[in-house]
């Protein structure tokens, strides 16, 4: 048996317990295990130093030791954001729907939790408690398997996490740190089917295909953010601006930041010296087309390699389009699933942009890092699922449950 293995087991045995206790435990359990963060706040920063350190030390891009610092103020932000869970609906027990059939038969049907749940990440530590979180008030048992980049923060905030559930009488099995020093570690969850009901990867493309592409145990994929911003011809140009200097520049680091700027050649002459000039101000390297080029010798020429990348840095693909026909097409064509945004003032064109594009979230002026389960009021999130099947957009509590039918009858046979 390996030591995944043995983990998972433990996780089932935690889950079962889980899956009965009260709100009012789940809820003294997530203000414990924000508290023990806050106190022992030092202890993980320190450790996250050591990580850092080895990051820079290694070459690792910025815009991912980004991801991988923690602050006080994110540590806090951190802590607050299993507060704000607790204060959320328990999503155990929910009627979905209900009805009484004609022979008499009530018949409910209820969320319940999946059970186990195992997340593969990378380099964010803050995912280490947002998914603990929220497994345990969906009632599930968690295990984490972050990345070896973050080996030493995520064991100082496991480690906080457990002491603060046993506290209140909980099994600290119900949380469990997976070796990250090792791929086999990622492959014995991958085939732990029957022990780990499903697996959610959170960070790369690479990592994201591995895991859909090998798994024997049921994946909710999560995806890469290649986010567009449609500036139509009818967009009110200076909140357009306002818009792509946000999406784009103020975390490029995450999934729901712009990575492509499409703009319909009514107003292309008009907005793009000002959109250019813009990011080059903040820092922003263009790959653009030839019409988008020709408004600044700075634009390098951009491949449709380039229209399909997720930069996470301060870079940005650009493109004119001849219509909103074809901005549709472009993106659907590059984009992920993920989020994209239209500016326009055309009920008409916004209408026809939220029916055919193929994303989980599609935004009328508005910038694409709303796209976000707190921003929602969903509280953290596990994650942004792009596929179609249970759950798509920001997943919180009710994503990480299953249901199951409950029939209450007074004698009757069939």
């Not at 450790?47 to 991988?68: F, H, I």
């Not at 995450?254 to 959109?275: M, W």
């Not at 080059?280 to 390098?300: E, F, M, R, W």
Request: hydrophobic share 50%; with cysteine; aromatic share 2%.
């Amino acid at each position: 048996m390996s030591v995944v293995e043995e983990q998972a087991r433990a996780a089932r045995v935690a889950g079962r317990v889980l899956a009965t206790v009260s709100r009012a435990v789940k809820d003294d359990a997530l203000v414990a295990m924000a508290d023990a963060l806050l106190h022992r706040s030092a202890e993980i920063l320190t450790a996250n130093a050591v990580d850092v350190a080895a990051a820079r030390a290694s070459g690792t891009a910025e815009s991912t030791v980004d991801r991988l610092t923690l602050t006080e103020a994110r540590v806090a932000a951190i802590a607050d954001a299993l507060r704000q869970m607790a204060a959320l609906p328990d999503p155990v027990g929910e009627v979905v729907r209900g009805s009484t059939l004609p022979n008499g038969l009530q018949l409910r049907q209820v969320r319940v939790p999946f059970g186990v749940v195992g997340i593969i990440y990378e380099a964010r530590p803050n995912v280490t408690a947002d998914a603990a979180g929220i497994a345990l008030k969906s009632g599930n048992a968690v295990l984490l398997r972050g990345s070896s980049s973050a080996a030493q923060s995520n064991a100082a905030i496991v480690a906080a996490l457990r002491e603060a559930v046993a506290k209140v009488g909980l099994p600290a099995d119900a949380i469990q740190l997976v070796d990250p020093s090792t791929r086999e570690t990622v492959r014995d969850l991958m085939r732990a089917r029957g022990l780990v009901d499903v697996l959610i990867p959170r960070g790369g493309a690479a990592l994201i295909n591995a895991v859909v592409t090998e798994s024997i145990v049921p994946v909710i994929e999560t995806g890469i953010g290649n986010c567009h911003i449609y500036v139509d011809a009818s967009a009110d140009l200076d909140m357009a601006l306002d818009i792509l200097i946000n999406a784009k520049t103020s975390r490029p680091s995450v999934c729901n930041a712009a990575e492509s700027l499409l703009v319909h050649a009514a107003v292309a002459d008009e907005f793009l010296p000002r959109a250019l000039g813009a990011l080059a101000a903040a820092g922003v390297t263009v790959h653009g087309d030839p019409a988008v080029a020709a408004h600044s010798s700075a634009v390098i020429p951009a491949t449709d390699d380039d229209y399909g990348t997720e930069y996470l840095a301060l870079e940005l693909s650009a493109a004119v389009v001849a219509s909103l026909d074809d901005a549709i097409t472009h993106i659907n064509r590059f984009g992920t699933g993920h989020s994209e945004a239209i500016i326009t003032g055309s009920l008409s064109a916004s209408t026809r942009f939220v029916a055919q594009v193929d994303a989980a979230a599609v935004l009328v002026n508005a910038s694409t890092r709303f796209v976000d389960g707190g921003e929602f009021g969903f509280g953290a999130e596990i994650g942004i699922s792009t596929q179609k099947l249970h759950a798509r957009g920001p997943m919180g509590l009710p994503e990480l449950t299953s249901t199951k039918y409950v029939i209450t009858g007074d004698g009757q046979i069939r």
